[in-house]
């Protein structure tokens, strides 16, 4: 089975640096996914890692350790409007007999404060 | 414009009567999954598909029913509804192949309401 553990809230003054970790444990991992969902909307994709390390996309940064099953994304010079919601995802590899599985965490509310 | 579109966005009904929310995507992709989130959850999968005539159970699949006879549309059938159905449904689609699918593009979502 799968399951992933994230925080249920972070706060953060705008501007600043916040760090939204994922804890996860999982048979047959291939690579953790970060998705954006403000309240209401759909799900946006932000980021993936297959591969231990940091992957950086402008403001927003993904890092990944599999040997720890560990995972945080990490949003610099905060805004008001990155309030929202941030789910990580894994999956199952494509020659695992679940290949097509997807397991979300539950999901961390940022609130961005002036 | 590449997206996926749910029909209808908003639904309430009666418990026991059959209802269909459909599911389309226009980017060709391969894989496509049907999700339900609830207050305080993060989604949990129901159904999903691989490609054309290719569908499996997801986590939560009691209750729901799904096809896949197009490549383009992946509809979620509820025989017989119930009110621990109501919920926000979303539809996913990603392309498949060595490199996972791994982005998933979502639908506006489907909020249900069974009374």
Redesign the interface.
């Known amino acids: 089975g799968q399951s992933?553990e994230q925080p249920s809230e972070v706060t953060a003054v705008e501007g600043a640096i916040v760090q939204i970790n994922c804890t996860y444990q999982t048979s047959g991992f291939?690579?953790l996914?970060w998705?954006q969902q403000h309240d209401?909307?759909?799900?946006?994709?932000l980021s993936?890692n297959?591969l231990d390390g940091l992957e950086e996309k402008g403001r927003f940064s993904s890092f990944l350790s599999r040997s720890k099953g560990y995972s945080y994304l990490l949003l610099k010079e905060l805004q008001m409007k990155d309030s929202a919601s941030y789910?990580c995802?894994v999956?199952s590899?494509?020659d695992n007999t679940?290949?097509?599985?997807?397991?979300?965490?539950?999901?961390t509310t940022l609130t961005v404060k002036p | 414009e590449a997206q996926v579109t749910q029909n209808p966005r908003y639904l309430i009904t009666v418990t026991g009567k059959k209802l269909t929310v459909t599911c389309s995507q226009n980017m060709n992709h391969e894989?496509m999954?049907w999700?339900r989130q609830d207050p305080?959850?993060?989604?949990?999968?129901i159904y999903?598909?691989?490609n054309v005539e290719v569908t499996?159970k997801?986590?939560v699949p009691e209750g729901y029913k799904v096809s896949r006879k197009e490549k383009r549309n992946f509809p979620l059938i509820l025989e017989s509804p119930s009110p621990n159905q109501t919920s926000l449904y979303?539809c996913a689609s990603s392309s498949?192949g060595?490199a996972?699918?791994?982005?998933?593009?979502?639908?506006?979502?489907t909020r249900l309401t069974v009374t």
């Open positions: 992933l291939y690579g996914s998705y209401g909307g759909a799900p946006t994709f993936y297959a789910l995802a999956r590899s494509p679940n290949a097509g599985k997807s397991t979300f965490g539950d999901g | 894989y999954s999700y305080g959850l993060g989604l949990r999968q999903y598909s691989m499996d997801g986590d979303f498949y060595l996972g699918n791994y982005e998933q593009y979502f639908g506006p979502g």
